[in-house]
């Protein structure tokens, strides 16, 4: 992962853990279950057909399907596998337009 621009150590820390856990919960797809309960809670991020459609979606879920999303309380929870990645490098370059990139690479194991 790379941060370009301005960034002070928490945000450095704040933006790798947000960063990671969308790489990993990106490869994943959820399980199916509770979707009485979570579909009405996407809503925000779209249409939630949709939204339950590509979340369900096991084509590109090369970490595998789990239960991806919780519904503790009135909010949604994500719950990515990250124990599953097994290395991560943060570059920080200093000027530009602030911003992340990030790459993801199989390990042969």
């Known amino acids: 992962m ?19 856990d969308g790489l990993v ?6 399980d199916g279950s509770n979707p009485d309960v979570l579909r009405p809670r996407l809503t925000a991020s779209g249409d939630p057909s949709e939204m339950w459609h590509m979340l369900c979606d096991s084509s590109t879920a090369v970490l595998g399907r789990r239960t991806l999303i919780r519904a503790p309380g009135s909010r ?7 124990h ?12 530009g337009t602030r911003g992340i990139s990030a790459v993801v690479r199989a390990v042969p194991g």
Request: aromatic letters at 6%; charged letters at 10%; glycine letters at 10%.
């Open 76 to 82: 949604l929870a994500w719950n990515p596998a990250d």
């Open 84 to 95: 599953l990645c097994t290395a991560f490098r943060v570059r920080v370059r200093s000027g």
């Open 25 to 30: 919960s990106a490869l994943h797809c959820h």
């Open 2 to 20: 790379t941060l370009t621009g301005s960034w002070t150590g928490t945000q450095i820390a704040g933006a790798t853990k947000s960063m990671l």
